[in-house]
């Protein structure tokens, strides 16, 4: 019994040394926390120059860590993130627009959460995603374990949940809809904070991508009063500093989370952004504020202002501290491979591998950094269009539209075109600009499509955000509720692309109105807010008058007549697997035809 007892002390002994030092290990791999907001300008932070924005964090961490003052994101919102969670050009990732059915994340790729998760590490994001709000192109369907999220681009917008307005919203919390209580910028930190609290064992990768400081511009009062009284702030950058100063003060919390948990020192903190400052205008035509670090162009620019974006990144074990700058070309599809090796990560199949390790940049082990030429581009169309808005890079030569060549070095505003003083780098960078077209766009025929009768999934949810049409896109729950609200009606008709998992019948169900709203088809609705400085509200809905809906989908033409005290209207087909077209669409009372703002697919017996 003496030995027996023996055993069992020893073997005990062995599974908690096991144990101990497994965790210890495991501790070594440093955490992750990628901080990117929306919409905020490299100019809007006050450690880069703004002398009225409050931003004492991000100072904070831009002081004690190491800044890439080159660096480059997308110059609207999805492309930005594609390439970011891919590591590959953001527009081989499959989305170059941010509606239409062209913000799909080609589900080929491997992206950063799923890098994690095979070498072990707990993996969450809060906040914004807009790279798909269907399977399989859902945050929960690509590498993240925990997920609190509102729909497609902004608070607000189609696929989000009905009458969402930044306050006491309801998000998806790992897919299902869940009501929250606050301001959506506190809800998604306060979500991250309790993630770190219950993973601080064991690595984490945390990505916190809040909507803010993107429109509409609703913000709690007391940070709208904070610049209330700036006279060089015209109303709509008041709200958005305030909501810049809101996302200031959650990071303090979270800092001071990661130093009572002990685990800041072994923490990657990055901060970033996803494109430059949106270009704010008011009614009266006050202009804005323009501190933009002497740069030219805002949001959606090829010029310099559109795209290069804040890189601030600390991490005290690393060693990569110090308040140093890296001035050399880098790009935000350079981040994965960064991060992989930062971390010590399993390299596995299908990432992007179009971006380059800066490590050696930020750990200052090379002076010769060899040469590479980038390119952004900013198109908003079904396909995209050879040298559109568009800028090649080398490192601080600017080509524009392939046409206006800028050095940097003696022109950062980009005011003096200098290409004919230079024709031989205008051809090279031509020529640059041949061969990523070339490597870029061999899939652009190749729209991505919502898996629909998966045994995953109970239903699939599609909306006229990511309708394919060239007509005016009903993206926003403002043009739900009015389409004439928009400059051009936004009632266009177009097709979704499907992909069918299982042959069976389907109910398709159709509505003018989301089904979390109750509303019928002869309903209104009131005015949603009430308008203020710090708050946008949203128009009244109107009734449309329908007498049909229309389906068509691989050769079937259904049609059902539309009673208006009814919500929905439903079709029941038999469909084969496959990719297929799918067009649902209403006819009203003139005889115009637009698509389905709500289609609800699901396999049925």
Same mark, same amino acid.
């Given at each position: 019994?003496?030995?027996?007892? $023996? ?57 004690? *860590? ?34 239409? *059915? ?46 609190? =999220? ?87 950058? @008041? ?24 685990? @800041? ?10 494109? *430059?400052?949106?270009?704010?205008? %008011? ?15 805002? $949001? ?46 399993? /390299? ?54 392939? /046409? ?27 020529? #640059? ?39 005016? %896109? ?65 128009? #009244? ?43 649902? #669409? ?11 703002? =709500? ?7």
């Amino acid at each position: 019994m003496k030995s027996e007892n $023996k055993k069992i002390i020893i073997v005990v002994l062995l599974t908690l040394i096991s144990a101990y030092f497994g965790r210890v290990l495991a501790q070594q791999k440093p955490n992750v926390i990628l901080i990117i907001t929306d919409d905020q300008g490299y100019g809007d932070v006050a450690a880069n120059g703004n002398k009225i924005i409050k931003t004492p964090s991000m100072d904070k961490i831009h002081n004690e *860590g190491i800044r890439l003052t080159n660096f480059h994101a997308g110059t609207t919102c999805a492309p930005s993130r594609s390439g970011l969670m891919t590591g590959a050009e953001g527009n081989r990732a499959g989305v170059w627009h941010t509606i239409g *059915g062209c913000s799909l994340m080609r589900d080929k790729f491997a992206i950063m959460p799923q890098v994690f998760k095979e070498s072990g590490y707990a993996t969450a994001m809060f906040g914004k995603w807009h790279l798909g709000d269907e399977y399989p192109y859902r945050p929960e369907d690509r590498g993240f374990d925990e997920t609190v =999220y509102h729909g497609a681009g902004g608070v607000g917008q189609t696929p989000d949940f009905w009458n969402n307005d930044y306050f006491d919203d309801t998000y998806l919390h790992n897919g299902e809809p869940q009501k929250y209580k606050g301001y959506c910028t506190d809800v998604f930190f306060s979500e991250a904070l309790d993630f770190i609290e219950n993973k601080k064992d064991k690595p984490f990768f945390l990505y916190l991508s809040t909507n803010a400081p993107h429109g509409p511009y609703n913000v709690p009062e007391a940070y709208f009063n904070l610049y209330k009284e700036e006279p060089l702030l015209n109303e709509v950058q @008041k709200a958005y500093y305030g909501m810049i100063t809101n996302i200031d003060d959650n990071i303090a919390l979270l800092e001071k989370k990661l130093e009572v948990l002990g685990i @800041k020192d072994n923490t990657i903190l990055i901060f970033t952004t996803d494109n *430059g400052a949106a270009y704010h205008t %008011v009614k009266d035509g006050k202009s804005q504020y323009k501190y933009n670090a002497g740069m030219n162009g805002y $949001k959606g620019s090829a010029y310099e202002g559109g795209h290069r974006v804040p890189f601030f990144i600390r991490w005290k074990d690393g060693k990569l501290i110090g308040g140093h700058d890296v001035n050399q070309l880098a790009m935000n599809y350079d981040i994965l491979p960064t991060l992989t090796n930062l971390c010590g990560l399993n /390299k596995i199949p299908n990432t992007g591998s179009d971006g380059r390790d800066l490590t050696p940049l930020l750990k200052k082990e090379v002076q010769d950094w060899s040469q590479r030429y980038c390119v952004v581009d900013n198109n908003r169309f079904q396909q995209p269009v050879k040298w559109k808005n568009s800028a090649v890079m080398d490192n601080t030569w600017r080509l524009i539209n392939g /046409k206006k060549l800028f050095d940097l070095n003696k022109d950062p505003g980009q005011t003096e075109d200098i290409a004919v003083m230079h024709p031989q780098k205008v051809e090279e960078m031509k020529a #640059a600009y041949e061969r990523w077209w070339a490597y870029t766009s061999r899939d652009f025929s190749h729209y991505e499509a919502y898996k629909i009768g998966s045994p995953q999934i109970k239903e699939t949810i599609i909306t006229a955000h990511d309708l394919h049409t060239i007509a005016p %896109v009903t993206w926003n729950q403002s043009y739900i509720r009015d389409p004439y609200s928009s400059k051009k009606p936004a009632m266009g008709n177009g097709y979704w692309m499907v992909d069918v998992q299982q042959e069976g019948a389907y109910q398709i169900e159709l509505r003018r109105w989301p089904r979390e709203s109750k509303l019928k088809f002869n309903d209104t609705t009131p005015i949603l807010g009430k308008e203020s400085e710090w708050y946008d509200a949203k128009p #009244a809905g109107i009734v449309i008058d329908i007498e049909k809906a229309i389906l068509d989908i691989e050769g079937l033409h259904l049609e059902e007549p539309v009673n208006m005290v009814d919500n929905k209207v439903l079709f029941k087909a038999y469909l084969s697997e496959g990719r297929q077209r799918l067009q649902a #669409a209403f006819v009203n009372k003139e005889n115009i035809d637009f698509a389905a703002f =709500y289609v609800y697919i699901k396999k049925i017996e």
